[in-house]
């Protein structure tokens, strides 16, 4: 078959989702007493969560390390939460690494408050001489049985039935990509490279009120991405908006304790289209030094500091 078995465990292990909205459940029968068991989601995410089988307890797919989410918000590897605004309808540098490069589109809309609005849009992953392309369609209104995720692999399209676990296989490069939940989320896995899952998901008219978006849903409601990465391993050279706070003795340089802290740098993370590999920190292709074992890091919780679903993300070791 020229592909194990192991990845398609590895992959069931990683998935579960949203039973209804509201509740979500375990999906992987390898945990009995957990398996198939309806679970009230966390108030920071009451309509969309997920279930760690493992300890059998629902959680908010956002506040782990190595998520990428909302205005964009991301939890660093060092689970120190930041923003990262870049700016709309340009390409940024996310994780650049001698074996992966990623790269993300930024749309978004213009602000009273001196910046743009802006959202994850589409993806750009380089590993080898692969690309592979992930994207949140335009869509005017939102309708949540529609299939609204574009996927090429080395520019061909990839068509993956919508039904939860359908799943495309790369054979030989070890590259599955899983059909999670509804229509529009998947998870994709080069193995012994990364893990990841992503979400198409619109602008609410309750996120446009609260956050002063000024969004009308009828005309289009800037459905974009929310991600999660898992690293197996990364070089010491590892840089990107996310990237870089993998990076061994890396120093945080937001401001702690502000209400929204803004990672700056937009000029060096920057690059000049979706595969470009030319953004100043760019490491893809180079020489691979001290590789580092992403999942030995210390063990980090994350948690809404408000039990009404604040903005405020605490994470500790």
């Known amino acids: 078959m020229g592909y194990s078995w192991a990845l398609l465990i590895a992959l069931s292990c990683f998935l579960c989702h949203r039973a209804s909205a509201g509740k979500a459940k375990c999906r992987d029968p390898y945990y009995g007493k957990c398996y198939g068991i309806p679970l009230k989601c966390p108030p920071a995410c009451p309509n969309l969560c997920e279930v760690d089988c493992k300890i059998c307890k629902p959680y908010c797919d956002c ?11 991301f939890i660093g590897g060092d689970g120190i939460t930041f923003y990262f ?70 520019g061909a399209d990839i068509k993956i039935p919508t039904e939860d676990g359908e799943t495309w296989l790369f054979p030989d490069k070890e590259l599955a990509i899983k059909r999670v939940g509804d229509e529009n989320g998947i998870v994709a896995e080069v193995v012994g490279l990364f893990k ?54 890396y120093r945080s340089r937001v401001k ?25 920190v760019s490491q893809f292709g180079s020489r691979r030094e001290g590789v580092q074992q992403v999942h030995d890091l210390p063990v980090i919780t994350c948690g809404s500091k408000e039990k009404d679903g604040g903005q405020g993300i605490v994470c500790r070791r």
């Not at 506040?63 to 918000?73: E, H, I, L, S």
């Not at 802006?118 to 369609?137: D, M, N, R």
């Not at 002063?212 to 009828?218: A, L, Q, S, T, V």
Request: proline share 5%.
């Open 196 to 249: 990841m899952r992503a979400r198409v998901v619109p602008i609410t008219a309750e996120e446009s009120r609260l956050h002063g978006y000024d969004i009308k849903d009828d005309v289009d409601c800037f459905a974009h991405l929310e991600l999660s990465f898992k690293f197996s391993s990364l070089s010491s050279s590892v840089n990107g908006v996310l990237g870089q706070t993998y990076a061994p003795g």
């Open 63 to 73: 506040d782990k390390p190595g998520a990428v989410c909302q205005d964009p918000r």
């Open 256 to 280: 702690m304790g502000a209400p929204m802290p803004i990672m700056g740098g937009a000029d060096k993370f920057a690059s000049s289209h979706l595969f470009a590999t030319d953004c100043a």
């Open 85 to 154: 605004h870049g700016r709309k309808d340009k390409d940024f540098c996310l994780i650049t690494d001698p074996d992966i490069h990623i790269n993300a589109h930024f749309i978004g809309k213009k602000s009273s408050k001196g910046r743009d609005f802006t959202w994850v849009q589409s993806l750009g992953l380089l590993f080898g001489p692969h690309q592979l392309y992930i994207e949140a369609k335009k869509v005017a209104k939102w309708h949540r049985s529609d299939d609204n995720m574009k996927i090429q692999f080395n």
